[in-house]
């Protein structure tokens, strides 16, 4: 009941958007990112964002530098904290400066068992989540 709770509490405050902002999940420093129709992607579509990894064939595609760069998501996810990427690391990639997100400072880094691991914490993910696309909407 308390998860339903804080879910609610977290859907409600986005409930009156019509479509979020355009994101890119990163899974790791070689580009794989989460599909609309994967576990990690389902947090993004509770949250009404736009994942530019639609389309993909698979739940998880490795994406280009250059298709990233071209879909120009407005906030960058990195769920690839072994890798060792940062938001540093990520706004000195060659040509990444031309993407919203590095312009807007808007690159999140998120513990990635929070949004890769089914249990209770997902409810942490999603709440991490919506702070990250929706900063203004979660003071």
Not at 15 to 43: I, K, M, W
Not at 120 to 130: K, M, W, Y
Request: glycine letters at 6%; hydrophobic letters at 40%.
């Amino acid at each position: 009941a308390s998860m339903r709770a804080r879910i609610a509490a977290v859907t409600s405050k986005v409930q009156d958007v019509a479509s979020g902002p355009r994101v890119y999940h990163e899974l790791d420093p070689t580009y794989f990112s989460a599909a609309p129709n994967s576990f990690v992607g389902d947090f993004y579509t509770v949250l009404k964002a736009q994942n530019i990894a639609a389309g993909a064939e698979n739940e998880y595609p490795q994406l280009s530098a250059e298709v990233i760069v071209e879909r120009d998501p407005e906030v960058i996810v990195l769920a690839d904290e072994p890798g060792g990427i940062t938001a540093d690391s990520v706004t000195a990639r060659p040509g990444w400066s031309n993407i919203s997100a590095v312009r807007n400072r808007r690159v999140c880094e998120i513990e990635p068992t929070l949004v890769s691991v089914p249990g209770p914490r997902v409810v942490d993910g999603l709440d991490a989540l919506a702070r990250c696309l929706y900063p203004d909407r979660f003071l």
